[in-house]
């Protein structure tokens, strides 16, 4: 006999303890580590996850331990390394652990495919329903009971599907499946030729199958064509056969790889030998490479791979934008070879097969955003997160995980190195590295001998008394001429899409506002609406005010629309093209156009932070940053941090060749200390000012952060329940000898959004353990089903 050990698949943490069942004889070999199965559970019938395997109990034991219902996976969905990860993030982010191990599953395989019906009653049940007065098909239940299941296409015949979902509503019926995808991922894969003479074979395939021998003639002038191509010119059937023959073969697309014999730098030399003696260590090791923008950090990332894959070990490479992804993905296939790559932009389908490949050893490099941390990488070595400041790290939505903070822990578990990159590492980051927590490896030159930018922070007030009421003044205007008439090309940044961030009325001030949120809307000029970028309601714009009535309406600021509007105007010759994420909703749209960027084909490119990080175009000798202020005096405590950061990332998109780059930045602020320190690029000065503030006002590094929200369509009652929690965290916080500071209940800076209303109470505390011990305890409280309440620790933003 055998049994297992399951964690049920439920979104709550009550039943994260592991509940054994017994293995039936004909799942003995089906019912393994890491799969999902069908069980009883309290009188449901529920998902869990086998994370135990038992094997030779005595049957006597099993008396009163109920049997697994259904294998529902063909293979299984995480490893040993995954489950003990996926174990430490329940713990640490106060999540079900079965929602942390659903992230970890391919979206694809949450979907059953062979539907089939399961009886969820037995004789004495169906009999009493009948008496019951329900008409019941009693043959349908006999060969439920005999067979165990069937398909749904048989069941419908003795039902219709209103029956059936009727019938499982009342709990007479289970439906279920398997987790399989019976589909072919065909990209990555060619067709090659087979055992086949083009002189002995051909005239007799003419003859006996001419269209397998027209599909051949086309594998023969081409060698090897794109599975994908091919199967669009040939059918399945001939295809099909021909694989059956031996005379083509499917095999797996390998890059042309380019001499990985690239002449480093001194300080790129010294960086790639720290980190390849940490990866001869066999245990967790941290290093931040801290490099100006053009110091080379992708050769040594690029180095660092290699070595660890030569070592026979796996790589995942974590970056935080899809377009960094796209890319990176041209240079490591260039250089490394077979890999894999998951992000948001690739369908389903896609993601899947990159999995697959994953998972069967087939691709010993993953690269891809947030998610790809949990890539089933065996003989993890290397984790390399570019650009590791950035908050599209952090997952908003439960588990409220940090990329970057999951690495740790999965280096931590599987003895690997971890290497962050940044040329504004956070200030968590860097501190952490001048406590010695992680070597510090530095580049201060740009490669190839190029130098950092010339920066000018312009003043918007001089073109204000000018009258110039342009969101291009008449210095940058200058400067993108002389640009353009060189023939090098320019990025232009604002932090602000739409055409404006807001409408407001001269007569009575009001402001054209979402209904739903208490944020203005945008105005979207390519469809001629209001909408609002948080929940994404659109408004027609009126021509009148709809508070006085009054037609005195004006937009006020500027968004990527507008800009693009005012460049188009200003430079009708110049190529011009504008990448933020309404321009990039069509799949490939954004590949279009970097590619034409790297091609030189667009002369301007506009955009939000997609164009601000890690991207390089030899040829962009000019950046402007439109409006530096937008950036600024936002109600969070990293909001100078972010603010640096972007000012420092998008200057250094310029001068990235032998030629000096310029920046200008315009600012209603020129003589703001984050403007000055951002236009010396002085990251040590900056990082010296911030630390001493934060240190002073105890904000992290130096302490830990739990934020809890609250949120519902009442108002009364969401102040309430914050007000009641507030109480009660006093109450248990006044005996303890730690240092604890709440802050609130007060309304979230957005009071409201999606029509809920907004509260938070923040809680400082050095000690993290007695954080969650608070946090714990106002999870299990109860407060009014109308109000919701999120937990996070040490939030990305307070707003």
């Not at 038992?54 to 008396?63: A, G, H, P, Q, R």
């Not at 992708?298 to 790589?315: K, W």
């Not at 070597?439 to 312009?458: C, D, W």
Request: glycine content about 6%; hydrophobic content about 40%.
């Amino acid at each position: 006999m055998k049994n297992v050990k399951l964690v049920m698949n439920l979104p709550t943490s009550k039943v994260d303890d592991a509940y054994t069942y017994t293995v039936p004889e004909e799942f003995l070999t089906e019912a393994t580590f890491g799969k999902r199965v069908l069980a009883d559970f309290r009188n449901r019938k529920v998902e869990g996850f086998i994370i135990e395997e038992i094997d030779e109990v005595e049957e006597t034991d099993n008396k009163n331990i109920k049997a697994i219902i259904k294998v529902l996976d063909t293979e299984p969905v995480f490893d040993r390394s995954l489950l003990a990860l996926a174990c430490w993030m329940a713990k640490y982010y106060l999540c079900p652990l079965s929602v942390a191990l659903n992230i970890m599953v391919p979206r694809i395989l949450h979907h059953k495919n062979k539907p089939v019906i399961l009886p969820d009653i037995d004789e004495a049940g169906f009999k009493k329903m009948v008496q019951q007065g329900l008409n019941l098909p009693e043959d349908l239940f006999i060969i439920l009971w005999r067979d165990g299941e069937m398909s749904l296409g048989d069941a419908l015949k003795y039902a219709s599907e209103e029956d059936l979902k009727e019938w499982e509503q009342k709990g007479l019926i289970i439906r279920s499946g398997i987790y399989k995808t019976v589909r072919e991922y065909k990209k990555g894969y060619v067709y090659t030729l087979g055992k086949f003479d083009k002189e002995k074979d051909l005239e007799s395939l003419k003859r006996k199958a001419p269209r397998q021998a027209q599909a051949m003639e086309l594998l023969l002038a081409a060698k090897q064509m794109d599975r994908e191509v091919l199967d669009k010119a040939v059918s399945a059937v001939v295809m099909k056969a021909l694989l059956k023959k031996g005379l083509a073969t499917v095999e797996r697309k390998n890059n042309c790889l380019i001499n990985n014999h690239i002449q480093l730098t001194g300080e790129q030399e010294l960086a790639v030998k720290q980190v390849e003696k940490a990866l001869l260590m066999d245990k967790k090791s941290e290093l931040l490479l801290f490099g100006v923008t053009g110091s080379g950090k992708t050769e040594v990332y690029l180095q660092a791979a290699a070595i660890a894959i030569a070592n026979g070990q796996g790589v995942i490479v974590l970056v935080p934008e899809i377009a960094l992804t796209r890319q990176f993905v041209d240079i490591f296939a260039a250089r490394i070879g077979p890999m894999a790559v998951l992000h948001s932009g690739m369908s389903p389908g896609e993601r899947y097969g990159e999995w697959v490949k994953i998972k069967n050893g087939e691709a010993r490099l993953v690269l891809g955003a947030r998610s790809a941390v949990f890539a089933p990488v065996s003989n993890l070595g290397l984790i390399i997160i570019d650009e590791e400041q950035e908050g599209s790290f952090k997952q908003e939505e439960l588990p409220r995980y940090h990329a970057r903070e999951v690495a740790r822990q999965r280096a931590e578990l599987e003895s690997a190195v971890i290497l962050l990159g940044s040329a504004t590492p956070s200030l968590e980051t860097f501190h952490y590295a001048q406590e010695g927590s992680a070597k510090l490896l530095v580049l201060k030159n740009r490669v190839g001998g190029g130098q950092i930018p010339k920066v000018r922070a312009e003043d918007l007030r001089k073109a204000f008394k000018s009258e110039s009421r342009s969101g291009i003044t008449p210095f940058l205007r200058n400067k993108m001429e002389q640009n353009l008439s060189r023939g090098e090309q320019i990025i232009l940044f604002i932090n602000r899409r739409g055409y404006s961030p807001m409408t407001i009325c001269w007569e009575c001030g009001n402001i054209a506002s979402c209904p739903s949120c208490s944020v203005a809307m945008t105005y979207h000029h390519d469809i001629g609406r209001n909408i609002c970028h948080y929940c994404n309601r659109q408004l027609e714009q009126t021509m009148l005010c709809n508070k006085c009535g009054s037609k005195h309406l004006q937009l006020i600021g500027a968004g990527t629309q507008k800009i693009e509007q005012e460049v188009r105007s200003l430079f009708p010759q110049a190529i011009v093209e504008r990448m933020d994420i309404d321009s990039s909703k069509r799949k490939g749209a954004q590949k279009s156009i970097l590619d034409r960027m790297k091609k030189r084909d667009i002369d301007i490119l506009i955009g939000t932070q997609m164009v601000a990080k890690g991207l390089d175009f030899p040829n962009v000798s000019l950046v402007g940053i439109v409006d530096a202020d937008s950036l600024l005096n936002l109600p969070d405590f990293r909001a100078a941090e972010r603010c640096f950061q972007l000012l420092v990332q998008a200057a250094g998109r310029a001068g990235r060749s032998n030629s000096v780059g310029e920046v200008v930045i315009q600012t209603y602020n020129p003589d703001n200390p984050i403007i000055i320190l951002a236009a010396a690029q002085d990251y040590m000065s900056f990082y010296e000012q911030e630390i001493r503030l934060r240190r002073l006002l105890a904000y992290p590094p130096y302490t830990n952060l739990l934020r809890i929200v609250f949120s519902s369509e009442d108002e009364v009652k969401v102040q309430q329940t914050a007000e009641d929690i507030a109480c009660r965290i006093e109450e248990i916080i006044d005996a303890s000898e730690e240092e604890i500071t709440v802050l609130g209940p007060a309304s979230c800076p957005i009071y409201k959004i999606r029509n809920r209303f907004r509260y938070q109470i923040i809680i400082k505390c050095v000690n993290l353990l007695l954080l969650k011990s608070i946090a714990k305890y106002i999870i299990t409280t109860q407060v009014s089903k109308n109000v919701k309440m999120d937990i996070d620790f040490n939030p990305i933003s307070t707003i």
